[in-house]
């Protein structure tokens, strides 16, 4: 049995289930359900879901809030040891951020074919013109994270049809409140 947390080796999705968490409270918070986590040597140093509406703020994604917890974190803007973990794959400004960051690796759930930046719309982290470039994995926890977007989107569009506000519902995958 491993008594010391410090050698217990953290996998993507155990990470990613932090970003869901995330997504979930933007959900209740009537934001666009997307979540975020930054990691460094197998420690969140940053989490945050979207935060547009109650901000206010065109830029207050997940991933920008995360990225300027994890730069406070370190007293450095270079984040070249974090890795990113969203539910989401990144739209051009995240994925922009991450490479003048120097973000190590971007792991995301779903992939956004029209918007996408990770590679899947535009190949903005892998773009040979820039100076960095951030290392991407997708598809982790994908139907979770899916759900969670077409869920809030198919009852916002009930709300709008009925007038009536739709209760949440929980994903029977996901489980316990977590963090
Ligand atoms: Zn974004």
Same mark, same amino acid.
């Given at each position: 049995?491993?008594?010391?947390?410090?050698?217990?080796?953290?996998?993507?999705?155990?990470?990613?289930?932090?970003? *869901?968490?995330? =997504?979930?409270?933007? $959900? @209740?918070?009537?934001?666009?359900?997307?979540?975020?986590? &930054?990691?460094? !040597?197998?420690?969140?140093?940053?989490?945050?879901?979207?935060?547009?509406?109650? *901000?206010?703020? =065109?830029?207050?994604? $997940? @991933?920008?809030?995360?990225?300027?917890?994890?730069?406070? &974190?370190?007293? !450095?803007?270079?984040?070249?040891?974090?890795?990113?973990?969203?539910?989401?794959?990144?739209?051009?400004?995240?994925?922009? $951020?991450?490479?003048?960051?120097?973000?190590?690796?971007?792991?995301?759930?779903?992939?956004?074919?029209?918007?996408?930046?990770?590679?899947?719309?535009?190949?903005?982290?892998?773009?040979?013109?820039?100076?960095?470039?951030?290392?991407?994995?997708?598809?982790?926890?994908?139907?979770?994270?899916?759900?969670?977007?077409?869920?809030?989107?198919?009852?916002?569009?009930?709300?709008?049809?009925?007038?009536?506000?739709?209760?949440?519902?929980?994903?029977?995958?996901?489980?316990?409140?977590?963090?």
């Amino acid at each position: 049995m491993i008594e010391d947390e410090r050698l217990i080796v953290f996998d993507d999705e155990h990470f990613m289930k932090i970003a *869901l968490r995330q =997504a979930e409270r933007a $959900a @209740e918070a009537g934001e666009v359900p997307v979540g975020a986590v &930054a990691v460094r !040597d197998g420690q969140v140093i940053g989490r945050a879901w979207n935060q547009v509406e109650m *901000l206010k703020d =065109a830029t207050a994604h $997940a @991933e920008i809030l995360v990225m300027t917890q994890a730069s406070a &974190a370190k007293s !450095d803007w270079r984040l070249d040891d974090v890795d990113i973990y969203v539910t989401k794959e990144p739209c051009a400004m995240c994925a922009g $951020a991450m490479v003048n960051s120097r973000v190590r690796r971007v792991v995301y759930g779903m992939a956004d074919p029209r918007a996408g930046a990770a590679g899947s719309a535009l190949d903005i982290t892998g773009f040979s013109g820039m100076l960095h470039r951030v290392e991407v994995k997708g598809g982790v926890l994908e139907p979770e994270c899916k759900f969670i977007m077409q869920d809030f989107f198919r009852r916002r569009r009930l709300e709008s049809q009925t007038g009536k506000t739709v209760c949440q519902v929980n994903n029977p995958e996901l489980g316990g409140n977590g963090e």
